[in-house]
């Protein structure tokens, strides 16, 4: 069953403590790993996708990584306004651009 | 970036009515436009697959009759919830494909709040 796991749930740093949220994932024929940020009432913002293992994307703050069965987002010196649920995401390999997500890490940063 | 925009972004409606929900790419050509339902704390429930021009595919479990989705044209599908109860409150989001973008990359809508009293 295709499946795509984040853990932790939940993530409190503070400010400037750097940390990493995993996304393992059991998708037949993955074809990319797309991370987003979702903001508490609001719709996912796209932020990276990723095709092929060993690749990375970096983005202010943010870097992604991707190896053949999990990704990591890294965070360096966090900042409040990077407190956020980050998805990761696979598109399933139906044909139909479908994409299944994980449940989201809930980052806290605080000040 | 590409640009999705939904409306309305909250609403409250008696049980028995139906609200209509809709979902505009602003600056692309969206062949594919999708609904998910999200719960509190839980992560986008994939609803139903809108095509332009063809009938929607729903997932597993979600009612096409109770959740009627039209995608007339390229850069419009809209979410009619019939008939709504208090179980169908919730957050409901679109996202929609360019049609020159890889697989991956959704642009989703600022999601719509509905509460059913």
């Known amino acids: 069953e295709d499946q795509v796991t984040q853990s932790p749930e939940a993530l409190r740093l503070q400010e400037g403590e750097s940390s990493s949220l995993n996304c393992s994932y059991t998708?037949?024929?993955?074809?990319?790993l797309f991370w987003y940020r979702q903001d508490p009432g609001k719709g996912p913002e796209f932020l990276f996708t990723l095709y092929s293992a060993g690749e990375e994307k970096e983005k202010e703050r943010l870097k992604a990584t991707l190896t053949k069965k999990e990704s990591f987002l890294h965070i360096t010196a966090p900042k409040p306004e990077d407190s956020a649920t980050y998805l990761c995401a696979g598109p399933l390999n139906t044909g139909g651009f479908k994409t299944i997500f994980g449940a989201g890490t809930r980052l806290f940063v605080k000040a | 970036g590409a640009v999705v925009s939904q409306h309305p972004s909250r609403v409250i409606c008696k049980s028995g009515t139906s609200v209509k929900i809709e979902c505009r790419s602003l600056d692309f050509q969206a062949t594919t436009m999708f609904w998910y339902r999200q719960f509190p704390k839980q992560s986008l429930m994939l609803m139903a697959t809108s095509n332009e021009g063809s009938k929607a595919t729903y997932e597993q479990g979600v009612e096409k009759d109770k959740f009627l989705i039209n995608h007339a044209s390229l850069t419009l599908s809209t979410l009619t919830v019939t008939s709504a109860h208090p179980e169908d409150s919730s957050f409901y989001i679109c996202?929609?494909?360019?049609?020159?973008?890889?697989?991956?990359?959704?642009?989703f809508g600022e999601g719509s709040r509905l509460t059913v009293l």
């Open positions: 996202s929609a494909r360019d049609t020159l973008a890889r697989v991956g990359e959704l642009f």
């Open positions: 998708v037949s024929g993955l074809r990319g």
